[in-house]
């Protein structure tokens, strides 16, 4: 059964930093892409970046492109989202999502991110 | 990277059909045939219904069917189910490299 677990979620305060975690399991890990997606709680998805399969590429969204940084460790079977400069519109539950076919085919449930002072 | 454009809410009686729209440009919906669409439940993670703009995974029901023209693309659900009542989200690769996603549609069973 494939699972998502992302974890690190938490309360950080403005220009704070923190790295959310996503644990892969269930299915070949290191043969998939994978993304991140938040969402804002009662309002949209939003897609935020992604990885190729060793992470050799990765694309971000304008919002977070030079503060938030994707990495993978295929070995350990985990994705990361490294967040810094963190901004009070970057409150959001994140998701980390499995690419098959050009399409975010498995979910986790989420980690609540919340900046605040 | 502007967000696809979703009508904000959609509603229908059981048994009825809807349509949800998605409404890009050429360097997203319009170029590619990567659009797929999610159903969100309250409090759940997103499941995708339909991708690469008519394809249905396996275990989605029938009811659900996919397709784009132009730079717009298309969700019809028949007959319409209480269960369905839920946030539908089309997505769209784009020519940027990125994803993009729609502001989402409130369905509501009525």
């Known amino acids: 059964e494939v699972q998502l677990v992302e974890s690190g979620g938490g309360l950080v305060q403005p220009g704070g930093s923190l790295r959310l975690s996503c644990a892969a399991s269930g299915f070949t890990f290191s043969n998939y892409w994978m993304h991140w997606v938040r969402q804002v709680p009662g309002k949209g998805l939003v897609w935020v970046s992604r990885?190729?399969?060793?992470?050799?590429?990765?694309n971000y969204a304008d919002s977070v492109k030079g503060r938030f940084t994707i990495s993978r460790d295929n070995a350990k079977n985990t994705l990361y989202l490294q967040m810094s400069s963190l901004r009070a519109e970057d409150t959001a539950v994140y998701y980390c999502a499995r690419n098959k076919a050009a399409v975010a085919d498995y979910w986790g449930q989420g980690t609540l991110v919340t900046v605040s002072s | 990277q502007s967000a696809l454009t979703q009508p904000a809410s959609v509603s229908g009686s059981p048994g009825q059909s809807i349509t949800i729209s998605c409404t890009g440009s050429?360097?997203?919906?319009?170029?590619?045939?990567?659009v797929s669409w999610y159903q969100q439940h309250p409090g759940k993670a997103p499941k995708v219904m339909i991708y690469?703009?008519?394809n249905r995974p396996s275990g989605v029901s029938n009811r659900f069917s996919g397709s784009k023209s132009g730079n717009t693309a298309s969700l019809t659900i028949s007959g319409l189910q209480a269960e369905d009542e839920a946030d539908y989200y089309c997505t769209s690769y784009s020519s940027s490299n990125t994803v993009l996603f729609g502001g989402g549609t409130k369905l509501t069973v009525l």
């Open positions: 050429s360097s997203d919906v319009g170029g590619y045939n990567y």
């Open positions: 990885i190729n399969t060793d992470g050799s590429t990765t």
């Open positions: 690469e703009v008519s």
